[in-house]
T-cell receptor, first 115, second 112 residues
């Protein structure tokens, strides 16, 4: 089944404890992206990647890191989480960049709480 | 830069029509529409490109007005399954590296 998977789905942690949220897609998609979703603010892009080893900042990159060593994986790293990073996180992927058909496929989401 | 969606929320009876608008202060290259049900991931509905394109499938359609810098999503004869939050995502240029700027969402509640 074509899908984007994220792990963990739920995470409660404490301030300053490094964590990684994994994202993997099995559709051979070039483009991958991380979003955070907060009530009343919609989706805000954290980082995106147009291909392996190519990543770039989105609108809210502060406090986050990413890497794209393999095409299928795009982990999100919080080196020192803070309470303002409590949010719902989505990973998404799409087949191509720049084409007229850029449907994004979203993972199921990771609900992160930082105490 | 974030597009403005209106209304913020709407409650309808099954069978009624709804219009959701997405307006930008900058010229748009494309508009993407997604629907998100509570506790789930957003799901793609359609993309409209610069050129006044109008698309639709089933009873959900959308238009893109470049001059007004806005897109509208039309839900005709709404069904219970249409409930959810609708988001528009906007691109301002063709070489934006596919960086979408999303609206805050419109919550649609359909009652029997």
């Amino acid at each position: 089944e074509a899908q984007v998977t994220q792990n963990p789905r739920y995470l409660i942690t404490v301030t300053g404890k490094k964590l990684t949220v994994t994202c993997s897609q099995n559709m051979n998609h070039e483009y991958m992206s991380w979003y955070r979703q907060d009530p009343g603010l919609g989706l805000r892009q954290i980082y995106y990647s147009m291909n392996v080893e190519v990543t770039d900042k989105g609108d809210v990159p502060e406090g986050y890191k990413v890497s794209r060593k393999e095409k299928r994986n795009f982990p999100l790293i919080l080196e020192s989480p803070s309470p303002n990073q409590t949010s719902l996180y989505f990973c998404a992927s799409s087949l191509d960049v720049g084409s007229s058909y850029n449907e994004q496929f979203f993972g199921p989401g990771t609900r992160l709480t930082v105490l | 830069q974030q597009p403005v969606q209106s209304p913020q929320a709407v409650i309808l009876r099954e069978g009624e029509d709804a219009v959701i608008n997405c307006s930008s202060s900058k010229a748009l290259y494309s508009v993407h529409w997604y629907r998100q049900k509570h506790g789930e991931a957003p799901v793609f509905l359609m993309i409209l490109l610069k050129g006044g394109e109008q698309k639709g499938h089933d009873k959900i359609s959308a238009s893109f007005n470049e001059k007004k810098q806005q897109s509208s999503l039309y839900l005709t004869a709404s069904q219970l399954s249409y409930s959810g939050t609708y988001f528009c995502g906007t691109e301002f240029t063709s070489d934006s590296n596919y960086q979408l700027i999303w609206g805050a969402g419109t919550k649609l509640i359909i009652k029997p």
